[in-house]
């Protein structure tokens, strides 16, 4: 596999074309943003700790049936994945109230979310990802309703996976983001999944072990990423 030219940065990761028009490579940085890239900065470790955690869980994910984008591994802060068309809308799931439900809705931080919540929200920085339906998504054409009804149903089977992965060890999958494309026609699941895109709390004492570390100032970034891999049983090298 050749490494090509840079088809897009984002805030945290580079895509690069490859001699494979169907596949191309994620590079993870240790570049951080939050606000919507109002607030960056570098954390050692982040892009290899990233990479290497998201190799576990689509590997996890994978093996309970879930079609993602994941190839494999190229290294420490590279992995190959299929060249997707995006779908701009962005899948969120939660079992705990926290992070914008709560300033939204004014509901208390840590309530158990029973059954677990959907929502969608537009990938647009510039309007700060604006919560949308089903509805603005058909007749904006960012997604079909079949696309739709599938994109929810997987995001809420890799809840059944994930929170069990991280309930073995001692954590709370608070919430998380998704994304998804398609691929030869077949909707995949088409994002990482890190402690960037989600949020873990430690299951005894609700310490955040996520990117709300960074958000909200507390430290200990990285080493929280890297506690919840070996707490998972994830190699981050
Ligand atoms: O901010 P909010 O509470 O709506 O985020 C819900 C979940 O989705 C969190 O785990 C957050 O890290 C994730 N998220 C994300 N990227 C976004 C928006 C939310 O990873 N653009």
Not at 143 to 149: M, S, V
């Amino acid at each position: 596999m050749e490494k090509r030219q840079q088809l897009y940065a984002g805030k945290a990761k580079s895509v690069f074309a490859t001699d494979d028009p169907d596949h191309v490579i994620l590079q993870f940085r240790d570049d951080t943003s939050a606000f919507d890239g109002e607030r960056m900065e570098s954390l050692a470790r982040k892009g290899r700790v990233n990479n290497r955690f998201n190799a576990f869980i689509m590997g996890k994910l994978q093996a309970a049936g879930i079609a993602t984008h994941f190839s494999g591994l190229l290294s420490d802060t590279e992995c190959l994945v299929k060249k997707l068309e995006m779908i701009p809308v962005e899948c969120v799931v939660r079992n705990i109230a926290a992070g914008g439900l709560v300033r939204r809705l004014g509901v208390e931080e840590g309530q158990a979310l029973v059954p677990p919540t959907f929502e969608l929200f537009l990938k647009n920085d510039a309007m700060h990802d604006p919560m949308i339906n089903e509805s603005l998504a058909e007749t904006f054409g960012w997604a079909t309703p079949e696309q739709l009804a599938e994109m929810k149903a997987l995001t809420f089977r890799v809840n059944d996976v994930l929170k069990r992965l991280f309930a073995d060890g001692g954590l709370l999958l608070v919430d998380y983001k998704l994304e998804f494309g398609v691929f030869e026609g077949k909707i995949l699941l088409g994002d990482e999944f890190s402690p960037d895109g989600c949020r873990l709390w430690d299951a005894a004492t609700r310490e955040k072990m996520d990117k709300d570390r960074f958000r909200q100032g507390l430290g200990g970034v990285i080493e929280a990423y890297e506690e919840v891999g070996r707490r998972i049983g994830a190699d981050l090298g």
